[in-house]
């Protein structure tokens, strides 16, 4: 008696991605459409994808989705769920789009308590235009903007998105999690349910953050790459829940 | 006849969003235009509609975007720096083909400018504004009841067209205050948005985008939003002629302008010259037409702005040398007066040196 064990999860499209050998947008893709369909929520979820490498999120996880500028996708997820309360709608954002270019978006999507989730996507390089550097390039790290390494001096520092944002009364689940080794994604599948089961259970907003790799822009071979997030990013940007709903109080109306 | 209100036009522009079944507004403060979202953020609430101070701007327009894409009737608004702002979200809505109304009530610029009433955001409105090959449709209402009805059409022209649509009212509009009647309208039949987001049931997936990498696709998606604006061009003008039939000089005015300039024309018919004034209601599509028309029974045409030359343009494309453009505008925030207007017609009409 045969029995399938494993299987494509049924929110993705039945296609290859264009992503480079060893990226994690992949990984962090397949844990998406895995929490979309245990949730089954497939006909209630709406995506918005941002500008970077995961433009085109879209070809690959079935569901109604916009296509945001840059930076913005927190300000349409806005206007989507205001709309649409009942539906389930998440961001899918890069550190360029998340935390340079649309710093205000997010941070006042989280203020405002949005009830949606964001997936934030920490690889400490812009990707899709060729590896420049980004608000999470770490220190020393070069990059075709930083070429010869971040310095604090020279290019200040990189933030830290998911501290930062957990400091807002609106965020109700902030974590930041990895996907460069097995039990790291096993963790980070259990943080994107919490999220998703954050806005489901209509509590405010939520974020994961994923550090993933970018082995093309880190000019590195993927398993180069793999080790490169162990010893040099998760120092810098530590592992773990920064709020939860059982930590957070009720909010009160005047 | 329905009863009348005195009423600013901010808060007349407001209301006639709610009457249209307009029920999320975005905005942010910025002077002349603070009354709309102050009205919004009250009435919202009272008809089960939604009202958001967002963060910018920029982020107020993506909002629009969000939710123009959900299927609801959605408003911002703004004045002159602000919009400037928006122009990166009118540009991807109007690519995406997402029916909204946007306002600018004008001040003066460039930069911070000033916060008295202009015209100087004529060319943004019209020309594009944003990056990309695109066109809003351009409503510019002359009086506080224009401006009601105005925007009551800009939420049926927007879902007919699939396209943003800017009513372009300056700051005299936004904060005089006119006896108002707010005209209940048949409803109108409009096409179906099935493309909206609203959740994947029980149909293939809905997708709102503006990337189109392969170039023969990208060509198609404007080719295809270049037919429309071209359907609009034909079906969509809108012009008022105002004592033109015997007109012997003609002026060329919108908005506020066009209102002081009717004075100036009753003036000047009281001195003998017969002046007559047309007056573009909508800015896009432009009234080419009735330049055209005009310009081959009179031989001159006085433009009157209040910013350095910009319909003007339109007004030359129209005539195409039929006929002798004259300009005059005052800009900074200061309006033309009618003893002004009537005082360069006079000497356009003498033939004296001006």
């Not at chain 2, 235009?33 to 982020?59: D, L």
């Not at chain 2, 005209?183 to 959740?199: H, T, Y």
């Given at each position: 008696m045969l029995k399938k064990v494993f299987g494509r999860p049924e929110s993705m499209f039945p296609i290859t991605t264009h992503y480079c050998p060893g990226c994690g947008h992949g990984i962090i893709h397949r844990l998406l459409a895995e929490v979309i369909d245990e949730f089954g929520i497939h006909e209630k979820v709406v995506g918005v994808a941002p500008v970077g490498c995961s433009v085109l999120i879209y070809n690959y996880i079935n569901c109604d989705m916009y296509e945001a500028a840059h930076g913005r996708a927190p300000a349409i997820a806005t206007g989507c769920k205001r709309v649409h309360p009942d539906l389930i709608v998440f961001t899918y954002q890069g550190d360029g789009d998340l935390a340079s270019i649309g710093t205000a978006e997010i941070i006042h999507a989280a203020a405002r308590g949005e009830k949606i989730t964001v997936l934030f996507v920490n690889n400490a390089v812009y990707g899709m235009t060729g590896g420049q550097m980004a608000p999470t390039t770490i220190i020393g790290q070069k990059t075709t903007t930083s070429p010869y390494g971040r310095t604090p001096k020279r290019e200040g520092y990189p933030v830290r998105v998911a501290e930062m944002l957990a400091t807002l009364d609106g965020a109700v689940y902030i974590a930041r999690v990895a996907v460069h080794k097995p039990k790291y994604i096993i963790a980070a599948k259990k943080a994107l349910r919490k999220a998703f089961e954050t806005q489901m259970r209509g509590l405010g907003f939520s974020l994961v953050e994923f550090l993933s790799q970018c082995p093309t822009n880190w000019g590195m071979p993927p398993q180069e790459s793999v080790e490169w997030v162990e010893r040099k990013m998760l120092p810098y940007y530590p592992l773990g829940e920064f709020k939860t709903p059982e930590a957070k109080q009720p909010l009160k109306d005047a | 006849m329905g009863e009348k209100v005195l009423i600013s036009g901010n808060e007349a522009i407001a209301e006639a969003?709610?009457?249209?079944?307009?029920?999320?507004?975005?905005?942010?403060?910025?002077?002349?235009?603070?009354?709309?979202?102050?009205?919004?953020?009250?009435?919202?609430?009272?008809?089960?509609?939604?009202?958001?101070?967002?963060?910018?701007?920029?982020?107020?327009?993506?909002?629009?975007f969000g939710a123009a894409g959900a299927g609801a009737r959605v408003m911002t608004s703004s004045s002159s720096p602000g919009i400037s702002l928006k122009m990166e979200g009118i540009s991807y809505i109007a690519g995406a083909e997402l029916p909204c109304v946007i306002v600018n009530v004008m001040r003066g610029g460039p930069g911070l400018g000033g916060i008295l009433p202009s015209q100087s955001d004529y060319f943004q409105a019209t020309k594009g504004g944003g990056h990309g090959d695109y066109r809003l449709l351009v409503l510019a209402p002359s009086t506080v009841q224009e401006a009601v009805d105005l925007v009551?059409?800009?939420?049926?022209?927007?879902?007919?067209?699939?396209?943003?649509?800017?009513?372009?009212?300056?700051?005299?509009?936004?904060?005089?205050?006119?006896?108002?009647?707010?005209?209940?309208?048949?409803?109108?039949?409009?096409?179906?948005?099935?493309?909206?987001?609203?959740?994947?049931?029980?149909?293939?997936r809905n997708l709102i985008k503006t990337l189109y990498l392969d170039p023969v696709e990208l060509e198609k998606h404007n080719l295809k939003l270049h037919n429309k604006y071209m359907e609009m061009a034909k079906n969509e003008v809108r012009v008022e002629n105002y004592m033109t039939d015997d007109a012997e000089v003609i002026i060329a005015a919108y908005g506020t302008t066009a209102r002081i300039a009717k004075t100036a024309i009753k003036i000047l018919r009281e001195k003998g010259i017969r002046a007559g004034l047309v007056r573009p209601i909508t800015l896009f599509p432009f009234p080419y037409a009735a330049f055209r028309k005009i310009a081959e029974r009179v031989d001159d045409i006085l433009v009157v702005e209040m910013n350095m030359g910009q319909m003007l343009e339109d007004v030359k494309i129209g005539v195409c040398g039929k006929a002798k453009i004259h300009f005059y505008g005052r800009t900074g925030g200061i309006v033309p007066s009618y003893d002004e207007i009537v005082d360069r017609t006079e000497k356009i009409v003498k033939r004296e040196a001006i």
């Open positions: - | 969003a709610i009457q249209a079944g307009c029920r999320f507004f975005f905005g942010y403060p910025i002077t002349p235009q603070n009354k709309i979202p102050e009205y919004m953020s009250e009435r919202m609430p009272q008809v089960g509609g939604c009202f958001v101070q967002a963060e910018s701007e920029i982020a107020a327009i993506y909002m629009v009551m059409d800009a939420f049926d022209l927007a879902d007919k067209y699939r396209n943003p649509v800017m009513v372009l009212a300056d700051g005299y509009i936004g904060q005089m205050m006119e006896p108002v009647e707010f005209k209940k309208r048949p409803p109108q039949e409009l096409p179906p948005k099935d493309w909206a987001i609203m959740g994947a049931k029980g149909r293939p």
